[in-house]
Every structure is written in structure tokens, then in C-alpha cells.
């Protein structure tokens, strides 16, 4: 049984597991300071469960130690109520785990029922998605959901207790980021215990979860397993890519379908967010709407486990960074044969001078950096070279070596781009060949 030191002794709704709770029980009169008697100031979010607050409270009166907190209130008003609330505390009293959201404790009083977080001072992966459009790169979305998919594996299979738990409310407003933007999956109030190693156990239950993120299976069936849990999932990495809620006015019946009905057009890549477009690199793409695509199958027995969604998320991470290391390469490699003098170390700072003060941030070279280029370039270089190639080149290589990658152009740009100076060499070489023509024809001219 669940033992708590609060005041109301509550019937467990996992009564068959042995918990011995890391939180701790606060007295109401503690949240009460901690929340500044629940001011409206401290404020941060609001959802199904009630308000939640940014409080700083106690929690060792004898080192006064504080520390930062978010604090949920059960709402009166709220259609949820004791069963989530004792099914919070008693999963999260049990569960550590750096990508699972931690409870500090928790305060029952008369009819309040509160909880007390650590405060992730980022938010929910919601609010950068779809409220304050905050620029998330590529590779800092696919960090957040690896961060996410393994919390869910944790919960699934790794909880080193005998059962393994299924989440029922994986969205990304339930996806918290810390303060280095790791992900936090949090709000265990609809999890369910299902036997472990059991993959296609099931419990049945009232289907419970959030509009628009519901497997369709267990929808029709009641049937819940933890590839319910990967069905959601599978929304969750399309809404990251393409920034669109999983119920939006553009589409008729979700993201899921929208998505797979833009794939067979061949319109992948007019469906990823316009701010990352340009940084994703076609294979990774491919690679991430595959891994989506598996996880929402309409049969649960074809998703892949959480575990296996890690790996195949780690895989694309590992390949844009690759790709991204190739164009910084590039980068260098341009450079490199312009400036045969010195060499450039990873950094891109080079011994006895500033590197930095080269990268233009616009095509046109400034005359000082400009002067410093012509000092180190390669003299061959400079003799063959015309001044619009030069600065055409060095502007290619400082955008392969951007230090933001969404800045950073493809490989068949720089490759594009590297054809048309060549193209211009062409034509430099042919007005040179026409003003040497020229100059040796009035020499002769002059001679007769
Ligand atoms: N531990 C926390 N640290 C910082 N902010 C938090 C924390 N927990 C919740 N929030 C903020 O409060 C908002 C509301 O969270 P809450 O979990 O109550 O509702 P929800 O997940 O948005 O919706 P629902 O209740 O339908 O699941 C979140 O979107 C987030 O911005
Ligand atoms: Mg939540």
C-alpha cells in the first residue's frame, strides 16, 4: 500500500504495488507561502487539473533549504479530482528518472489536492511550438524528442519495478523542458500498470487521453497497451515537424492522415516548418516521417517499442550531424585551397589570426576584412581569381562554417553555387585571353 504522512488516508489505485514515496507531504499553510496565498502573479499555465503556479517553498525547515517550484491546484470546477491525483503521487513518488518530470511532494487539505513540480523553467514544448513560435533548430527538436521517447521507455520497461506503465496522456504541452532544453515528460494522472515483458498485454479501461491524440485502436477496442502510447507519439514527432497542432483548422482529420496523404503527393517537404525547412537534410527527413509513419500504424503489433523509437531517432541526430560536419568541411576545404599559408583547426580559429573577423555576414566582403583576405590567399589563387569569384567563394565557405546551422546552406547549394563560379572563371579566363589578344595585337600594331 501507498504510505503517505498527509492527513486523509486515500484507497490506492494501485493497491498491488509496495511504494515508498520520495516526496514529501506539505501543510497547506507552507503552499499557502510558497504561492504567495495563490497570487495571480505567479501564474504560469493552466490545464485540466487547474492552475499552476511558480512558487519558491521549503522543503528543509531545519537548512532553510528553497528551492523553485511549480505548483498545480485541483480546481473546484476541474473534471478531474482524486483518482489523478493519488494516481500523480503514488507514480511519480516511485519513478526517477532524468527525463521524467520530478514531484517534490504534495499537499491534500480538506478538498485541496495540490503538487508540487520541479519548475522547468523552459515550459512545455507546447508553448514553443504553438505560442510564442520561439526558433527551434532542427537538431534541438530532434534532441527534445529522443529526451522524450527515452522517459517513455523508461516508464515502459525500465521502471525497475515489476510493472511497466503506460503513460494515456503523452502531448506536447505534457513534454517539459528544463533549464538546457532537455525534455521532462510529466502529468501521470491517467497512467495505467500493465505487466511487464507482455508486449501485447492489455488493460481494458474507459478510453481517457486528449482529443486528437487518441490511438485509433484503442479507441475502437478500450484496449490499452503501451503502443497507445507510441500511436502518440508518432503525433507528437509530426506536430515537432511540422510545427501544426494535431487538430488544426487546415486539415480535416488530424495531423496523422494530413501528413500521410501529403507524403503520397510527394509534399514532404512542403510540410516541414518553414523556419527549419532549409536545415533538414532530405535523408533525415525521409528517415524521421518513416519512424512517425511506424509509430502511428493502425496495428499496434507493427509499431516499433518505445526502445526502438530511440535508437531510430539517435540515428537521424547522428546522420544531420554528419551531414552538417560535412558542410562545415566544406567550409573549410574552400578556404583551405584558397589559402594554402595556413590551416584552420575545428574551431575555425587559425594560429596568429582571427578567423571570425573574415566571415562576412553579408555576400559583400567589408574592406578591412577584405584587405586581411587578399594578405593570406594563395597567390596563384589571386592571380587567377577575379574579385566578384573571390568574394563569391569566401561568402559559400563562411555559410558552410555558420555557427547556426539553420544558416548553413545544403551540399547541392554550395555545389550550385560553386558551378556558377567556375562558370564565371570560364568567362574571366576568356576576357583575360581577349585583353592579353588585345594588348599583344596593338604591340604588333605599334612595332609595324
Ligand atoms: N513543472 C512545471 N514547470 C514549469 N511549467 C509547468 C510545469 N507544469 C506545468 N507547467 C505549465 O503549466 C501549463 C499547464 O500544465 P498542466 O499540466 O496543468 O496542463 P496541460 O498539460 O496543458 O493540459 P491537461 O491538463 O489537459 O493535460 C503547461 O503547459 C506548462 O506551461
Ligand atoms: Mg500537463
Redesign the pocket.
Known amino acids: 500500500m501507498f504510505v503517505a504522512t498527509g492527513k486523509t488516508s486515500e484507497p490506492s489505485t494501485f493497491s498491488s504495488v509496495q511504494w515508498s514515496p520520495l516526496c514529501r507531504h506539505f501543510e497547506f499553510h507552507e503552499i499557502l507561502s510558497a504561492t504567495e496565498n495563490f497570487a495571480e502573479a505567479l501564474v504560469?499555465?493552466?490545464?485540466?487539473?487547474?492552475k499552476?503556479y511558480?512558487g519558491n517553498i521549503v522543503i528543509n525547515n531545519g537548512s532553510k533549504l528553497v528551492v523553485v517550484c511549480?505548483i498545480?491546484r485541483l480546481d473546484s470546477m476541474s473534471n478531474?479530482g482524486a483518482s489523478e491525483f493519488w494516481a500523480e503521487v503514488e507514480m511519480l513518488s516511485k519513478l526517477r528518472h532524468c527525463h521524467l518530470?520530478s514531484l517534490i511532494g504534495y499537499c491534500n487539505y480538506e478538498t485541496e489536492m495540490i503538487l508540487v513540480?520541479?519548475?522547468?523553467?523552459h515550459?512545455?514544448l507546447?508553448?514553443h511550438l504553438h505560442k510564442f513560435g520561439t526558433p527551434l533548430s532542427w537538431c534541438q527538436r530532434l534532441k527534445v524528442c529522443i529526451g522524450a521517447a527515452r522517459g517513455l521507455d523508461y516508464l515502459h520497461t525500465g521502471t525497475g519495478i515489476e510493472f511497466g506503465i503506460i503513460h494515456r496522456?503523452v502531448?506536447t504541452?505534457?513534454i517539459?523542458l528544463d533549464e538546457s532544453w532537455a525534455a521532462k515528460v510529466?502529468?501521470f494522472g491517467l497512467s495505467k500498470i500493465t505487466p511487464r515483458n507482455q508486449p501485447s498485454t492489455y488493460v481494458t479501461t474507459v478510453v481517457k487521453g486528449?482529443f486528437g491524440y487518441i490511438d485509433p485502436n484503442y479507441f475502437a477496442t478500450g484496449k490499452l497497451t503501451r503502443k497507445s502510447d507510441v500511436y502518440v507519439f508518432g503525433v507528437v514527432l509530426l506536430e515537432v515537424l511540422c510545427r501544426k497542432r494535431a487538430v488544426d483548422k487546415s486539415f480535416e482529420w488530424g495531423i496523422a492522415s494530413w501528413v500521410r496523404d501529403s507524403i503520397k503527393e510527394g509534399r514532404l517537404k512542403d510540410i516541414v516548418d518553414s523556419d527549419m525547412r532549409s536545415e533538414v537534410s532530405p535523408n533525415c527527413l525521409n528517415q524521421f516521417a518513416r519512424i512517425a509513419e511506424r509509430c502511428l500504424d493502425n496495428h499496434p503489433n507493427n509499431r516499433p517499442t518505445m526502445a526502438e523509437v530511440v535508437l531510430c531517432l539517435e540515428y537521424v541526430l547522428t546522420l544531420q550531424e554528419k551531414n552538417d560536419n560535412v558542410l562545415q568541411s566544406a567550409g573549410k576545404t574552400i578556404f583551405g585551397r584558397m589559402v594554402d599559408k595556413f590551416f584552420f583547426t575545428d574551431n575555425g580559429q587559425k594560429s596568429g589570426m582571427d578567423f571570425g573577423s573574415l566571415v562576412p555576414k553579408k555576400p559583400n566582403l567589408e574592406a578591412k576584412s577584405e584587405n586581411q583576405l587578399r594578405e593570406i590567399i594563395d597567390d596563384q589563387v589571386l592571380e587567377e581569381a577575379s574579385d566578384e569569384q573571390l568574394e563569391a567563394v569566401c561568402y559559400v565557405a563562411c555559410r558552410c562554417l555558420d555557427m547556426r546551422s539553420e544558416d548553413m546552406p545544403s551540399m547541392k547549394e554550395v555545389t550550385m553555387e560553386l558551378e556558377r563560379i567556375r562558370k564565371l572563371s570560364i568567362h574571366h579566363v576568356a576576357s583575360q585571353d581577349n585583353d592579353n589578344k588585345m594588348s599583344s595585337l596593338m604591340l604588333e600594331s605599334e612595332q609595324d
Not at 513540480?117 to 523553467?121: A, I, N, R
Open positions: 504560469i499555465g493552466r490545464g485540466g487539473f487547474g499552476v511558480k511549480a498545480k478531474q518530470v513540480y520541479d519548475y522547468m523553467p515550459g512545455s507546447e508553448d496522456d502531448k504541452s505534457n517539459l510529466s502529468d486528449t
